[in-house]
């Protein structure tokens, strides 16, 4: 009973959950284009970036640079979009192009400033990839911190998968032990992480997703974003799929997948997202992924019917 208070009634722990119990409120998430570029498209690691990744660095929902070329610009254009929204009067800054840390240390402290600054921001959130986060970085967003003592820096990495078949198939460009000592210089630092993982992976079954959660729950994350994967127009992942040798997941076995992960994952961990955004205009597949909101009220029907909560399955890992 405790738990489904905490929950709100979802069976697993959503970021909504934690925001309402942390702050009393909804917190809405506005995404920005900081302007970075990515090691997998600069030449530094590769120059056609990850398998499944769009020319815009997954920020096709952020606010851009081209209308709004500062972030304050864009945090005021964001706000706007939220005027009729009845309820929550503060925000959630998500660097989300490319690669959030991947700068000069002076550069980034002044971007994330930007934000912090900003009397209705409760803090930000910071996309990146494990390989660009060093001690540095870290120091600095502690710093960050200790300056803003009432609001939260989080970092989010893009894992995707534990295996190292698939991350090289994947073109991540780093191995497990990268995020594995990122995650713990992060964790010693007690900043908080949301992990990505994306669920479909050419041949991953679901032994191999679970495998991940496993790994996940050891890891010390304090959050995860489930993705299914999307096959986007102009990637090397839609070649795959006009050629027919990729198959995206339908909905049913998307479902099913979804649920055996939220079993097997620890019940302290935060649930950022279950499902993607991807953009109408560079969609190919699976197109049932437009309908979210139908797709999380079947998998929440679903759960509902089987009697399945998040951490039903978990074993809990003892160092």
Request: glycine share 8%; proline share 4%; with cysteine.
């Amino acid at each position: 009973m405790i738990q489904e208070q905490q929950w709100y009634g979802k069976p697993y722990y959503s970021l909504d959950a934690f925001l309402k119990n942390t702050y009393g409120e909804k917190l809405y998430k506005i995404a920005v284009n900081a302007g970075f570029t990515c090691p997998n498209r600069d030449g530094s690691l590769g120059k056609h970036g990850c398998l499944f990744c769009s020319a815009g660095g997954s920020g096709e929902y952020a606010v851009q640079t081209s209308a709004y070329p500062s972030i304050s610009q864009q945090i005021t254009a964001g706000i706007s979009l939220f005027h009729h929204k009845q309820t929550g009067q503060r925000f959630i800054i998500y660097f989300q192009a490319y690669t959030n840390t991947y700068g000069p240390i002076s550069h980034l402290r002044s971007l994330y400033t930007q934000a912090l600054q900003e009397a209705c921001v409760a803090g930000i959130s910071i996309a990146t990839r494990p390989d660009c986060i060093s001690e540095e970085t870290v120091t600095m967003l502690v710093n960050l911190r200790k300056e803003f003592p009432d609001k939260f820096v989080w970092i989010e990495l893009g894992l995707q998968t534990i295996h190292e078949q698939t991350a090289l198939f994947i073109r991540r460009g780093y191995p497990l032990a990268t995020y594995d000592r990122c995650i713990s210089l992060l964790k010693q630092s007690q900043i908080p992480t949301i992990t990505h993982l994306i669920l479909g992976l050419p041949g991953e079954v679901e032994e191999h997703m679970l495998s991940t959660i496993t790994h996940l729950n050891q890891s010390g994350t304090w959050g995860v974003k489930l993705q299914l994967l999307h096959v986007l127009r102009d990637t090397d992942l839609a070649i795959l799929y006009e050629q027919g040798a990729y198959l995206p997941m339908t909905q049913d076995a998307y479902i099913d997948l979804v649920i055996s992960c939220l079993e097997h994952l620890s019940p302290d961990i935060v649930i950022h997202r279950l499902t993607g955004d991807g953009s109408r205009d560079l969609l190919l597949a699976p197109l049932w992924s437009l309908q979210k909101r139908t797709v999380l009220n079947r998998l929440h029907h679903t759960m509902k019917l089987r009697a399945a909560h998040q951490g039903r399955l978990y074993e809990r890992h003892i160092p």
